[in-house]
């Protein structure tokens, strides 16, 4: 078990250290081309939620996140310990989810700084995070999860 809470540790320590990174080094707007014109950092802070949504509404994502941290560890201690996949798809969602909720706490703000476009249909991502990732990945993973156990309930009953 302590190597579950160990995942949503790590995603929270590097999303943290990322974020230091950034404030300390780099001005806010500034753009740092990593892999030319994919790939940059660009210090940018976010008060809403994903893409700038309900911006102002901090007391909203503190009750939000409270909820869903209390509703992840329930799940995982209820569900989430019987199935390795799952239990971690649900640190990855419960450090994501730490991680942009004490940038909020502390700073009142998001800091994002990962870049992207999106190569064939030149879509300029949204700028994200490490814990955005991290929720993005762990979202992701859930839905692999979902479709693995259906396949596996439709195994058991044919």
């Not at 201690?77 to 799952?86: A, F, I, P, Q, S």
Request: aromatic share 10%; hydrophobic share 55%; no cysteine.
């Amino acid at each position: 078990m302590i190597v579950y809470y160990a995942i949503a540790a790590l995603v929270i320590g590097l999303d943290q250290l990322t974020k230091w990174l950034v404030v300390k080094n780099m001005e806010l707007g500034e753009h740092i081309s990593v892999l030319d014109p994919y790939i940059a950092l660009l210090s940018h802070r976010n008060r809403g939620a994903a893409w700038g949504m309900l911006e102002g509404k901090m007391w909203l994502f503190f009750i939000v996140t409270i909820v869903v941290v209390v509703a992840i560890v329930y799940f995982f201690h209820t569900e989430g310990k019987k199935d390795r996949l799952l239990g971690m798809s649900l640190m990855l969602l419960l450090g994501g989810a730490i991680g942009n909720f004490i940038d909020r706490l502390v700073r009142g703000e998001v800091v994002d700084f990962i870049s992207v476009l999106i190569p064939v249909i030149n879509y300029d991502f949204p700028i994200f995070n490490v814990a955005d990732a991290a929720l993005t990945i762990a979202v992701i993973l859930i839905l692999l999860h979902v479709i693995l156990d259906e396949k596996k309930k439709k195994k058991k009953v044919s």
